[in-house]
């Protein structure tokens, strides 16, 4: 591999150019940047050798186009490329959701140079300056709907990212975003909850600040996460998201009745069936 | 300092032994432990030099009484040691409830001797082998109520917990037990209910494992709590829980509303306000 183009320099492309050029994977990375300050940052950090601003022509130069825009761009920004895309080019997104993107790109002559993938590993900063060498090491990553790519396109996508060294695991786009839903989308909607519940409650910060232990930050440091990112996601995966919050809810009000209700064996058990997330979550 | 004695060699009740003892602020460690298999443990981890069945005995061997038992327990406890303390001993309670164990106790002739205090950390585990030396190092330590101390057990209080060290915090009883529910069990309630959400949702526990990230795993991982420890948390803080849970469902409907809605703008600046805990939790 040899030149790898980046669309958007943020947390997810920034990493990923990180993570690619330290193990040797590529040597040459180009930025496309719409934000003219992070184009200018991501140079200075050392996330791309170069930035392009004419779109087809970075493509025509990449051997792989990794799209790593949020997801409202990404419906526009993906058919930009595959239209620029030949059959030299193998062009990925990173994106949290993927019926609509998929769906949209579905009947393109080029889809099967298109790889979707997920790598499931974030944080809740965003922009260059998020971005970290290690973030996926050992991560999974989800791709998607692999048989509509090329066979050699796929081949290359795992040959690059098996090397970060991440796990595969191969979904239909249906079935990622019901689970994405579950493991990522849910707790950020709970983390964006509770930092409003505690902002609103909560009218002296400082008193937040001196008292907030490790539990509370552990469990609010979503809150922190870019709208720009997340309106979209929740956008998109709309339908699944509100029936896994629906469900939350539910959980929520079944465990306020039982301390309203004072039954404090329900709630014990309650909290015992909870405690088998240990199983899953070391 | 010679003699601290620690009632209930668990998270806290260890970590705090193996504190003072790195710090040089005590030689001698003696542990009271209900549960035989804690005890040996307590002691081959070397979190106390020695297991004293008889509480009385302990006490008057103490300089400094530690009771770190679980909420339903302190309420037994922390009169037996009163009852057992002279002018010679100073007794805290490192209980995340206040208000329900200071009226218990606030009548006691040697409530003086007593100095009500909560140290801001933990973790989602519990028993001697949960123990840690760092825990509490830069974390603040509320003290409750220390107008109702003798000041020379307030001022042994200050010494000992300042050169762990900690930042000391006062407030009255019914100011932490707010502040708490706010801070601390909220975030526990949010998390067993979101575990129960995806344990609910997802039969398949391997696709969680798999894809698990980061972000689910902080919001989900105070799950993995004691009930035995947050029952009677729950229980003593019950009125201040429910006030907060309350308003938390409010906020996780109205961001349910926005999306049901697709009022993406009202989603947008909804996150935008819960961004402002940027500026609380670094």
Known sequence: MNTVVVIGIGLIGGSLALSLRQQGLATRFVGVEANPENARRALELGLVDRIETDLPAAVAAA???????????????????????????????????????????AD?????????????????????????????????????DAHR????????????????????????????????????????????????TVLEKEKEEQRIFDLASGGFESTVRLAKSSPAMWVPIFRQNRTNVLDVLDEHLRQLQELRRLLADEDYDGLRNSIEQANHIRKIIS
Chains 1, 2 share one sequence.
Do not use: W
């Open 63 to 105: 051997d792989l186009v990794i799209v790593a825009v949020p997801m409202d761009a990404m419906l526009a920004v993906l058919p930009q490329v595959l239209d620029a895309a030949t059959a030299r080019q193998v062009v990925v997104d990173v994106g949290s959701t993927k019926g609509q993107l998929l769906a949209a790109v």
């Open 149 to 196: 790519s090329d066979p050699d396109a796929v081949q290359t996508v795992e040959n690059l990212f098996r090397a970060l060294p991440m796990r595969l695991l191969y979904l239909d786009a249906a079935d990622h975003d019901l689970h994405a839903a579950y493991v990522s989308h849910i707790s950020h909607i709970t983390s964006f909850a509770l930092a409003l």
């Open 108 to 144: 393109h002559p080029n889809r099967g140079r298109f790889v979707a993938i997920h790598p499931m590993a974030g944080t809740e900063y965003s922009g260059p300056e998020a971005a970290v060498q290690h973030l996926f090491a050992g991560k999974t990553l989800v791709v998607c």
